[in-house]
């Protein structure tokens, strides 16, 4: 395929077809793009590992339209996983649960758990509705880089290699879902766009994981800005700032603001925007303001920690 298509009623049912045929399509969530293929069918979902360039499988997530398949797609629903998806669904929270034998080992890479969501991006849900089948996937990034919030950058990591791009602009959340197994104790396996306190003030306390410490393959050197960093006069350095920066600006040859006013949420959806464009700017170094550590907070530091070198 040449480019990304635009998401018309027509276009999303070719790109159906494509699932059904056993192709693999990038598709639009609410948090980032995915690169899905048809959840039972084992060869199809190998195809999304053959284009990430991953060299080990790891588990998909598998997104549905109707609530209902978690009973097909799960064992042991129980009355938590029950509330947290009434409360959440659709939207931002992957679940993770036992799985049942509908679901190919391949899509779970092995392992007896599998992780369900049901998005909230109306493109999404009726791609998924007139496939007829679950959709197994993941972001729609090479592996090691940063996830796509709009169908363009997907494009350019991945689309010489996929059969269909549906392109529905940027995204609007713009970080990854949270991931919260529900195997056992309810555990936060991956901070997201479901802030840890708003599960909390339903479910009550839950244990939290810091994520995974993997360092993303970046072009540019990306360091936390401390009280005593020192900046040299003349430097060819960028600033990710979370607001406004005052005097400092004059020190950094690009700056790129997450949101003017301090807004988390607003700074989320720019994060991976925001970062590519410093990335791709020919900068010696970027500095990033750290922000503060509450609610969306958590998630966009977790994603900041993973492209800082050294720390
Ligand atoms: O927002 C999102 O979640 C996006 C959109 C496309 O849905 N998807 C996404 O997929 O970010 P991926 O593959 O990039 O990240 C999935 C995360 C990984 O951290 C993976 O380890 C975890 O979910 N995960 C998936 N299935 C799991 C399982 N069975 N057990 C534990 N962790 C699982
Ligand atoms: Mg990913």
Redesign the pocket.
């Known amino acids: 395929m040449k480019k990304p298509i635009k998401a018309s009623l027509d276009n999303i049912k070719q790109a159906a077809k494509i699932i059904n045929q056993g192709g693999t399509v990038i598709?639009p969530?609410?948090?980032?793009?995915?690169?899905?293929a048809d959840a039972l069918n084992s060869d199809a979902v190998i195809k999304i590992f053959r284009i990430k360039q991953r060299p080990e499988f790891?588990?998909?997530?598998i997104?549905i339209q109707n609530k209902n398949d978690i009973y097909r797609l799960c064992k042991n629903v129980n009355k938590l996983t029950e509330k947290l998806m009434k409360h959440f669904w659709p939207g931002?929270l992957?679940l993770?649960l036992e799985?049942s034998d509908l679901v190919p080992d391949i899509v779970?890479?092995g392992?007896n758990?599998?992780?369900i969501?049901m998005?909230s991006n109306k493109v999404?849900l009726d791609l998924i509705h007139l496939a007829k089948t679950p959709i197994a996937?993941?972001?729609?990034?090479r592996s090691g880089y940063l996830?796509p919030t709009n169908a363009q950058s997907a494009f350019e990591q991945i689309g010489n290699e996929v059969d269909f791009c549906l392109d529905d602009g940027e995204t609007e959340?713009g970080?990854?879902?949270t991931?919260i197994?529900l195997v056992d104790e309810p555990m936060v396996?991956?901070l997201?766009?479901i802030e840890v306190e708003r599960i909390e003030r339903l479910i009550g306390k839950v244990i939290a994981l810091q994520?995974?410490t993997t360092k993303l393959k970046m072009k540019t050197k990306f360091e936390f800005l401390l009280p005593n960093t020192l900046i040299p006069k003349k430097s060819n350095a960028g600033l990710l700032a979370f607001k406004k920066p005052g005097f400092f600006k004059r020190k950094f040859k690009k700056v790129a603001v997450l949101s003017a006013k301090g807004n988390l949420m607003e700074a989320a959806k720019n994060l991976f925007p925001k970062i590519y464009e410093l990335d791709n700017a020919k900068l010696d170094k970027i500095y990033i303001d750290p922000i503060p550590e509450k609610e969306m907070g958590q998630a966009i530091m977790s994603r900041l920690r993973k492209i800082v070198q050294g720390d």
């Open positions: 598709f969530t609410e948090t980032v793009y995915g690169l899905g790891y588990p998909l997530i997104h931002s992957t993770v799985k779970s890479a392992s758990t599998v992780g969501r998005p999404a996937g993941t972001s729609a990034n996830s959340k970080i990854e879902s991931v197994s396996l991956r997201g766009s994520g995974s």
